[in-house]
């Protein structure tokens, strides 16, 4: 095996004909290269795994070979031929089963597998041939389906199938699953990977996203791994282990560009005692100590998003209780967690400005939450201090009268830094605090980081950023599928320890 | 409306920087500019338009729509819209005028007339209890607010014609003439200018005050530029809102009253059509139809505009068919160009 070149396959597959070539493909979009000369080959029968960390351009990837974006440089060839810019997918082969269910839910399964090309006849819908069709499709995926039945009365995972079969029904040659069981039961998920080799066997090229390792291990023929948007590997899963391919996708140990700070974590600010919202949240407990800052990795959709939403009050939960200090939170809203002096910089920015203001009523916005409707503003205030937020935070431009949404990402998540500061927040959740914005601006925010908990601030910081996790946080909690699966330590904290629990 | 956040650098030279100052004033002042080519215009077209008696003429016909549009800038700013301000005019002027015209009588003791000062405050306090209902609609059932005043101004136009029994007040049910007290408010001059511009810059002074200086006008700002910001912050959308359409129902029983005053008769159906002249008021006045973006100063200037324009079409001897037609095409235009403005200022 060993011996062998890199790109042969097993001599059982003996023309393993290359359906689709990626030729040095690379992708900018504003202020980001997404990819960069990523070149691979996906072959008939073949189960291909793309893997990587949250950002490392696997979906991105996936867009481009499903047309949905196009590459800023590169070819894609199908059958030799080099694919026009802005290609109808369907045309050459390429079937996306997208990572979010697409499918109308009022609608029928046969509505939804035929959306917008029900087969016709004499000019109007042809009922009877559409559901045949799609009763057939869905038996090849070896389900009994009623063609009939309202899509949004079907389980998940039978969503999922009726997915698949829209995609299949223009029959693809290529067909890329983007993380298609992370919402799927572990039966559900057998099931599927039948329908995928089943897929395999009848010679279809399979391109499959997934970030649960030993599933990769189990199905896939050969694995790619991306980087910071480049091919790390590509290799045959023989050669593979679970290990390695953290390892590829980890890369080699990333120099200490945030030097870790000292500051003396004092008494636990902020209990959380088993934590149940829905699905999402599966009994979570924890406490973040004054000064410290606590980590929280997972994979999208762990629960991670769920857990600032119950603790800042914007998203109810079941049961369990929260803390902070010794006001219990419960069935609070966000009001209450802003006068318990907690402070939210969500994962999405968006979400916490108002983009056609200036910075002044942005920053005294939360000061609004516990004040009469009627009560006059502290005009005066509101001025000075975002005079002295704009000079302390080096906020660019340092104007009174620009708009946010002229403002780069850093400095608008200055700005909502400065906000929790001025209205006296003691606990900050950081969710993603460093997503979309460029490296000096990521620095300044970790020297602020740094300065609030030296003055006794507390930081539940969540992150998919591992490099960030370990170099800033005191502790991390690993949370999988809603749970809590392991407490770090700064001692055990590492970039393979936090991919090994989280996988 | 989407606002897309740049990341990349903000508007690098300070040339650059003082030319979209520049545009932004031109693009603010637009409505304002066209208020004062249209009067240019018309004094030239007309020799009755640039008069002192047209003038106070314009000005007592529009300030009633001045005073819709000013609670209907509130309604917009938080990213709503209220339908029912005619109806709640309607309503509101219509409890006024019968409680003015025939004595009341309460499970068969008959109290007379009441004072007209009592008259007056009926007819507010059923405008704020509309208002209050529209808002509590809005924020207990989490409905568009859009759908929600469509509905409640069928039923306060219902109401409103159970009030008057359908007839216009005072009809054959009345006892007596609209007081000339209650008459004068519509009528008056105070130094040469009519009452009802006091009575409309008084709202448009005490709004531009609540939405500059109090916690009230930023959660209108804030829950109409980004709802989810608002509600990250501890603002209640919910509380929010029925501020909003109380304010808005009870400045349209002033508007209500003012006309009816100005008239010497009420009527169920009173007003009609004005709600959407608010909101054209509201939108020529350069408020961003999705909230966030705006005020009443724009507000007054679109009233003013669409007066003059009204005025000026009859002068010169326009048909009235033909006016609504001109009205229409001008809300259009406005918001296309705004549209355009809007895009090409974010784009920068």
Redesign the interface.
């Known amino acids: 095996m060993a011996t062998s070149p890199a790109h042969a396959l097993p001599d059982t597959v003996p023309e393993a004909k290359v359906l689709l070539r990626l030729r040095n493909i690379g992708k900018v979009f ?3 290269v997404a990819l960069c000369d990523v070149s691979l080959d996906i072959r008939a029968g073949e189960i291909h795994a793309l893997m990587g960390e949250n950002g490392a351009g696997k979906s991105t990837l996936m867009k481009i070979i499903a047309g949905e974006y196009s590459a800023t440089s590169g070819d894609i060839l199908v059958d030799g031929k080099s694919l026009p810019a802005n290609f109808d997918a369907a045309r050459y082969g390429i079937g996306l089963v997208h990572q979010e269910l697409s499918l109308v839910p009022a609608l029928s399964v046969a509505e939804n597998i035929y959306l917008g090309r029900l087969p016709r006849r004499f000019g109007s819908i042809d009922w009877r041939a559409a559901e045949r069709n799609a009763r057939a499709i869905l038996q090849r995926l070896g389900v009994d389906l009623d063609p009939r039945a309202p899509v949004g009365r079907l389980e998940v995972a039978e969503q999922q199938l009726v997915e698949i079969a829209r995609v299949l029904e223009r029959a693809p040659k290529i067909v890329l699953f983007d993380e298609p069981t992370s919402a799927l039961s572990d039966s559900e998920r057998s099931r599927l990977f039948d329908v995928i080799r089943l897929l395999k066997e009848e010679g279809h090229g399979i391109v499959y996203i997934s970030h649960n390792l030993s599933e990769i291990m189990a199905i896939s023929d050969r694995v790619t791994v991306l980087r910071d948007g480049q091919l790390a590997a590509s290799l045959p899963i023989a050669e593979a282990s679970e290990a390695k391919i953290v390892g590829l996708m980890v890369g080699q140990a990333l120099a200490q560009q945030f030097p870790k700070f000292e500051s003396d974590i004092g008494q636990p600010v902020l209990r959380v005692e088993n934590l149940v919202s829905g699905t999402a949240l599966k009994g979570v407990s924890f406490s973040l100590r004054q000064g410290e800052i606590l980590g929280v990795y997972g994979l999208m959709g762990a629960g991670q998003a769920e857990l600032a939403g119950a603790i ?1 009050g ?1 998203t109810p939960f079941d049961s369990g209780e929260i803390h902070a200090g010794e006001t219990p939170l419960k069935d609070h ?7 318990a002096r907690i402070g ?1 910089l ?1 994962r999405d ?9 200036p910075i002044a ?1 942005n920053l ?3 000061w ?10 502290e ?1 005066g205030r509101e001025k000075r201090e975002s005079a002295d937020y704009i000079k302390m935070m080096r906020i ?2 340092p104007s009174m009268t ?1 708009k946010l ?5 850093g400095n ?1 998540q200055k700005v909502i830094l400065a ?1 929790w500061m001025s209205s006296g927040s003691k606990i900050l959740i950081f969710d993603e605090p460093t997503r ?2 460029d490296v000096g601006a990521k620095a300044e925010v970790f020297a602020i980081m740094s300065r609030l908990v030296e003055a006794g601030t507390s930081i539940l910081m969540i992150s998919s950023e591992i490099n960030e996790l370990v170099a800033l946080a005191d502790r991390v909690l690993v949370m999988r599928s809603g749970l809590i699966k392991v407490e770090l330590t700064r001692e055990q904290l590492s970039q393979e320890a936090l991919l090994l629990h989280s996988h | 409306m989407a606002h897309e956040m740049t990341t990349s650098s903000p508007a690098s030279t300070k040339a650059d920087r003082s030319r979209l100052a520049l545009r932004d004033i031109l693009f603010k002042a637009g409505p304002l500019i066209a208020l004062i080519a249209l009067i240019a215009y018309l004094s030239f077209a007309s020799p009755k338009f640039a008069t002192h008696t047209n003038f106070a003429n314009i000005g007592r016909q529009t300030a009633p729509l001045a005073i819709l549009a000013i609670g209907q800038t509130f309604a917009i700013l938080t990213g709503g819209i209220d339908l029912s301000v005619a109806a709640i005019a309607a309503f509101a002027s219509a409890t006024t005028a019968v409680l003015m015209t025939s004595p009341l009588v309460l499970f068969g003791v008959d109290l007379g007339y009441l004072p007209i000062p009592v008259c007056l405050a009926a007819g507010l306090m059923v405008g704020l209890l509309a208002g209050l209902l529209n808002g509590w609609i809005i924020a207990t059932f989490k409905i568009p607010d859009f759908i929600a005043t469509l509905g409640t101004m069928q039923v306060f136009r219902g109401v409103a014609l159970l009030t008057t029994q359908g007839q216009s007040v005072p009809g054959p049910s009345s006892t007596r003439e609209m007081p000339p007290a209650f008459t004068w408010l519509g009528t008056a001059n105070v130094a040469g200018i009519p009452a009802s511009i006091f009575i409309a810059l008084i709202c448009a002074g005490i709004a531009i005050y609540v939405l500059k200086f109090t916690a009230l006008g930023r959660a209108v700002y804030a829950v109409g530029g980004n709802r989810e910001a608002a509600r990250v912050c501890g603002i209640s959308v919910g509380r929010t809102k029925i501020y909003v359409y109380a304010i808005s129902g009870l400045l349209a029983s002033i508007a209500g009253i003012l006309l009816v005053a100005r008239l010497s008769a009420a009527n169920a159906l009173l007003a009609e059509g004005e709600e959407l002249r608010s909101i054209a008021s509201v939108v020529i006045g350069g408020t961003n139809l999705f909230g966030g973006e705006g005020g009443v100063i724009g507000s007054l200037i679109g009233a003013m505009l669409v007066g003059v324009l009204g005025n000026g079409l009859n002068l010169l001897g326009v048909s009235p068919f033909y006016q609504r037609i001109a009205q229409g095409v001008v809300v259009v235009l406005v918001v296309i160009f705004d549209q355009w403005r809007r895009r090409s200022l974010n784009k920068k």
């Open positions: 504003p202020g980001n800042f914007l809203s966000a009001a209450d967690a802003i006068a939210l969500s920015r968006r979400q916490s400005l108002i983009p056609m203001q009523p005294s916005l939360a609004l939450s516990d004040r009469a409707m009627l009560s006059k503003l005009v660019r431009p620009q949404l002229h403002y780069s990402g608008q906000r979309g914005i």
